[in-house]
């Protein structure tokens, strides 16, 4: 186990609506990435989080939106849900932000939308 | 553009044999590698890694060899167990805060 946490582990939601997903990193670890992981493919990166503060985005639009709290814990929301949302959505946590930092990851949020 | 991508879907094993997954890069300025494995309804466990200024590393079991000149990644299972049977990821970063490009991954099938 990583030590990377994450809540809840399914969720079905309808279209429209918003949804917050948590995550828990591993103990030490001060930065927080996302990733969106449709079935079949691999995970592709939606943003990071370093310090609280965002330290890079991937190619997801603005309604998809996180927080990092002090503790380093993460948020993910996502907001006016569309059915491609539906998908495996990964957290990894790892020592710093630079290249070449592993990144362990949890074990994911079922997200369905109907 | 830029992508990391698996040479077969699935590779069917025999327990007790070598396994090798092969994974090409098109990015020559990737400069740290890494291999997932993800079993059904897990997220990604950490393998092994490499940088580009190394060729070859070992680890339990793994190693993973790394061809700068074709841009080819691969990583070798020795005495391949039903454990082993997973998706396996190659991903790179590129980028100063450590984004991970992902291929879609190789089905590896370990059979008695």
């Known amino acids: 186990e990583t030590g990377v946490t994450q809540s809840p582990t399914h969720l079905i939601k309808t279209r429209g609506q918003q949804v917050t997903l948590r995550c828990s990193s591993q103990s030490g670890h001060n930065t927080v990435s996302w990733y969106q992981q449709a079935l079949g493919q691999g995970p592709q990166f939606i943003f990071q989080?370093?310090?609280?503060?965002?330290?890079g985005r991937g190619n997801f639009p603005p309604r998809f939106s996180g927080l990092q709290f002090p503790n380093y814990s993460s948020e993910l929301n996502v907001n006016a849900l569309e059915l491609d949302d539906s998908a495996l959505y990964l957290c990894a946590s790892s020592l710093g932000g630079g290249q070449g930092e592993t990144q362990y990851f949890g074990p994911g949020t079922r997200l369905l939308v109907l | 553009g830029e992508s990391v991508g698996l040479h077969l879907p699935t590779l069917s094993v025999q327990e007790g044999d070598n396994s090798i997954i092969n994974c090409a890069y098109s990015n020559s300025a990737s400069d740290y590698f890494i291999w997932y494995k993800q079993e059904s309804g897990k997220g990604p466990q950490f393998i092994i890694d490499i940088r580009s200024n190394m060729d070859k590393r070992q680890g339990q079991r793994v190693t993973v060899l790394l061809n700068k000149t074709v841009k080819h990644l691969s990583l070798q299972i020795a005495a391949t167990q039903p454990g082993d049977s997973a998706v396996y990821f190659c991903a790179e970063t590129t980028d100063s805060w450590g984004k991970l490009q992902f291929g879609a991954g190789t089905q590896v099938v370990v059979t008695p």
């Open positions: 989080y370093y310090r609280e503060e965002e330290n």
